[in-house]
C-alpha cells in the first residue's frame, strides 16, 4: 500500500479519535457539575432538615419532663395557652399536688426508689385522665419542681369536679403506696378559674393560688385537699404584702428591736433580755410579730428579720460598752432555715469583731418547735455556737412534742418554759408539782431554768418554791425601746 495512503488513514483516524475524546470528556464534565449540584442540593436539604429535627427533638425534650414523660413546666405553659387562644368562655380547675415531705422519702428510700414513685404518680394521673387526653378534651399534666404535679382541665360543674379530684387524689395515694410498698401523703390545693375575652387565664396566678392553698394543708394532719376561696384570696393577699414589703422596712427603718428583761428570781436583779422585733408602719400602726413572722418563715425570709435583730443588737451593746453602762446577756431567736452552721457563726463572730462585743453576752435561742431530738444540724450548729463562745437556750419549751429525751440530746444552755405551765400551775395542784419536778430535773442537769409570761406576784412564788432561776413577763416589764433598757439596767443592775 501506498505509505501516502497509509499515512492518509492514520491522520483520519486520529482525528475522528481526538474529536470523540473531545465530546467524551464534555459529557463527562456535564455529569460532574451536575452531580456536584445535585450533592449540593442533597446538602443543604439535609442540613436544613436536620436541624428541623434537632429544634424539634429539643423542644420535645424542653417540652417533656425527663423524669415522668408528662409535660415539664415550659411544655404545660406553651400547650395551655396554646389551646386558650381558641377559648372564647370557659372554666378550668388547676390542681396543684405533692407529696407530704417527699425529701424524707428520698432519704429513706434513695432517689432511684423517689423517681419510682413519681413515675408511678404520673402513670396514674396519665390512666385517670387517658380518655380526655387521648380525645383532646384540654387536660393538661405536668411535672413541675421535685415532687409537685400540676392538673388543669376544663370544667363545667365546679363542685363535682371538685369532688372527683379529691376522690383521686385518696385513690392515687393509697394505690402509688401500696403497689410501691410505701407510706405517702399525698397534698394538694386547687383553684377554680374562668377564661374569657376580658379576663384571659392567667396560668402563673392560678399556679400560685393553688399553690398557697396546698401549702396551708402543709402543716394538717386532716386536711389533705384544699380550694381557694374568698377568705384564702384575702390571706394570700395580706402575706403578699407582708412579703412585697419588709424589705422596704427595713431600708425605712420601720422595723424596731425591743427588748424584754429577763430577772433572777433570787436577787430581783436584771441577768438580760429578749431582743423582740416589731413592724411599726408609718402610720404608726403596728403589724403584730405573730402576723408577720409566720409569713417569713413560710417563704423563707424569715432570715431578713435575724439579720437585722442580730446587728442591732450587737450595735446596741457596743453602745452600751461606749457609754459605761454595764452590759447584760442579750438572747436573739434563731431561725431553722440556717443550713450552714460554720457560715452561721462566722456572720456572728464578723458583728462581734465590728462591735468589740464580748461574746459571754450574746445568746441564741431555738424554738422547741424547730428542735427535734436528734436532729444532727441542731446539735452540729449548737456545738459550732459553743466553740465560738456563745450560750444557747431553748425557747417555748413545752409548747409543742417536747420529749425528755430532748434535753438530753441538745446540748442547750439555758432552757425556756412556755408560758402555758405557768398558767396551769396557777390553778392546779397537779400542774404545780409536775411544773416543779421538771424545773428540778433540768437544774440537776445543769441548765439554767427561765419561765415566760411571768404576771402576776403569785407567778413568781410559784416559780420561787419550784426552784427557777430566771423570769420573763409583764410582772417586771414589758418589751421596751433601746433607750428605756438602759435605764432599767441602771436601775436593776
Known amino acids: 500500500m501506498d505509505s501516502g495512503i497509509v499515512s492518509e488513514k492514520i491522520s483520519n483516524a486520529l482525528s475522528y479519535t481526538s474529536s470523540a475524546s473531545g465530546l467524551s470528556w464534555n459529557l463527562l464534565w456535564v455529569i460532574i457539575v451536575v452531580a456536584l449540584v445535585l450533592c449540593a442540593v442533597f446538602a443543604v436539604v439535609f442540613s436544613v432538615s436536620f436541624t428541623l429535627s434537632q429544634k424539634s427533638k429539643a423542644q420535645k425534650d424542653k417540652f417533656t419532663d425527663k423524669v415522668t414523660g408528662l409535660l415539664s413546666m415550659e411544655g404545660f405553659e406553651s400547650m395551655v395557652n396554646s389551646v386558650c387562644r381558641n377559648k372564647k368562655n370557659c372554666r378550668f380547675l388547676l390542681t396543684e399536688m405533692n407529696v407530704r415531705d417527699f425529701s424524707n422519702v428520698n432519704r429513706l428510700y434513695g432517689s432511684k426508689e423517689g423517681d419510682g414513685i413519681l413515675c408511678s404518680i404520673a402513670m396514674y394521673l396519665k390512666k385517670k385522665f387517658s380518655e380526655k387526653l387521648t380525645l383532646n378534651k384540654n387536660v393538661f399534666i405536668a411535672r413541675g419542681y421535685a415532687d409537685n404535679f400540676y392538673i388543669l382541665q376544663q370544667i363545667k360543674d365546679g363542685n363535682e369536679c371538685l369532688d372527683e379530684m379529691e376522690v383521686l387524689q385518696n385513690n392515687l395515694q393509697f394505690n402509688v403506696g401500696k403497689d410501691r410498698n410505701v407510706h405517702i401523703i399525698l397534698k394538694s390545693g386547687s383553684v377554680i378559674c374562668w377564661h374569657n375575652e376580658n379576663h384571659p387565664l392567667n396560668l402563673r396566678d392560678a399556679i400560685s393560688k393553688a399553690g398557697y392553698a396546698r401549702r396551708v394543708t402543709k402543716d394538717s394532719i386532716i386536711e389533705n385537699f384544699v380550694v381557694y376561696d374568698g377568705a384564702m384570696q384575702a390571706q394570700h393577699e395580706n402575706e403578699e404584702r407582708i412579703e412585697n414589703g419588709i424589705e422596704n422596712a427595713v431600708k425605712n427603718n420601720e422595723l424596731l428591736v425591743m427588748y424584754q428583761p429577763k430577772i433572777n428570781l433570787v436577787t430581783g436583779k436584771i441577768e438580760g433580755a429578749e431582743a423582740l422585733i416589731r413592724w411599726k408602719l408609718k402610720n404608726n400602726a403596728l403589724i403584730p410579730p405573730s402576723i408577720f413572722i409566720p409569713v417569713l418563715e413560710r417563704n423563707g425570709m424569715v432570715g431578713i428579720l435575724d439579720q437585722y435583730v442580730y446587728k442591732s443588737v450587737f450595735k446596741f451593746l457596743g453602745n452600751l460598752k461606749n457609754e459605761n453602762i454595764p452590759p447584760v446577756k442579750i438572747s436573739m431567736n434563731m431561725s431553722r ?66 420529749t425528755l429525751n430532748m434535753l438530753g440530746e441538745m446540748p442547750v444552755d439555758i432552757v425556756k418554759f412556755d408560758q402555758r405551765f405557768l398558767k396551769q400551775a396557777e390553778y392546779s395542784r397537779d400542774s404545780r408539782i409536775i411544773l416543779a419536778y421538771m424545773i428540778k430535773m433540768v437544774n440537776e442537769l445543769g441548765k439554767v431554768t427561765l419561765c415566760e409570761g411571768v404576771e402576776t406576784e403569785r407567778h413568781v412564788n410559784i416559780l420561787r418554791k419550784c426552784g427557777c432561776r430566771l423570769a420573763q413577763g409583764y410582772y417586771y416589764s414589758k418589751p421596751i425601746t433601746e433607750d428605756e433598757f438602759k435605764k432599767f439596767i441602771v436601775e436593776h443592775i
Open 337 to 402: 432555715l440556717n443550713n450552714n452552721a460554720r457560715e452561721f457563726v462566722d456572720e456572728l463572730d464578723a458583728l462581734q469583731v465590728q462591735y468589740g462585743v464580748d461574746k459571754e453576752y450574746i445568746e441564741l435561742e431555738i424554738e422547741e418547735r424547730f428542735a427535734g431530738a436528734g436532729d444532727d444540724f441542731v446539735c452540729e450548729l449548737i456545738h459550732a455556737l459553743h466553740e465560738s463562745g456563745y450560750k444557747v437556750s431553748m425557747d417555748d419549751f413545752g409548747s409543742g412534742q417536747s
